[in-house]
């Protein structure tokens, strides 16, 4: 899966795949036997945009039906479900030393301060280290499985004050940044 990421939950799946003790299986219905294991048919088919019949059908072999987007919808669950215990772990190591979670994107932001908001134009192609206090905060609204307009909201305060506001003082930090138009994004760690 690891390609370009317009979602912020999917990037960080693809950049914790990098921390994996071992590889997840590659076939598409060992991928569902092992996702059945864990969660029920009807919970997964509406995320893979399909119906409970069908997620067991495929995951018995019988791949009739089964398109290239069922297949990359399923590589996407085995991404975000795989080995969470490692993920985790991972995470709490890199946050307990010191560890550097860089993100770089392409987006447009937009500025929300006592004036009124201002939407940039521009789109932006930043690289940046997030505050701890942030990268913190964004693996723990992704373990909770918050939304992606959670996720955004984490990642464009860490980008404002890891970039827009760095050079001011906190008590002069009177703006808000929020990602209008996420065009790439990917985190390493």
Do not use: K
């Not at 899966?1 to 914790?16: C, F, K, R």
């Not at 069922?70 to 490692?86: G, K, M």
């Not at 940039?120 to 940046?128: A, F, K, N, Q, S």
């Amino acid at each position: 899966m690891p390609h370009p990421s317009t979602s912020v939950a999917e990037a960080l799946d693809i950049a914790d795949a990098r921390h994996w003790t071992r590889r997840p299986p590659v076939l598409p219905a060992t991928r569902l036997r092992h996702l059945l294991r864990h969660q029920d048919a009807a919970d997964l088919a509406p995320r893979l945009f399909a119906y409970p019949d069908a997620v067991t059908r495929w995951a018995a072999g019988e791949t009739d039906g089964l398109t290239p987007a069922h297949t990359t919808l399923i590589e996407r669950e085995i991404y975000r479900t795989w080995q969470p215990d490692v993920r985790h772990r991972a995470h709490q190591q890199i946050l307990h030393h010191s560890g550097c979670v860089t993100v770089q994107l392409h987006a447009r932001f937009t500025y929300t301060t006592s004036c009124g908001e201002f939407p940039d134009p521009r789109l932006r192609c930043l690289t940046e280290d997030l505050p701890a206090v942030h990268a913190r905060a964004l693996f723990d609204a992704r373990h909770r499985n918050a939304d992606e307009d959670t996720l955004r909201s984490i990642l464009a305060d860490g980008m404002g004050e890891a970039y827009f506001f760095r050079a001011l003082p906190a008590d002069q930090q009177q703006a808000a940044v929020a990602i209008s138009d996420l065009h790439f994004v990917q985190f390493h760690y």
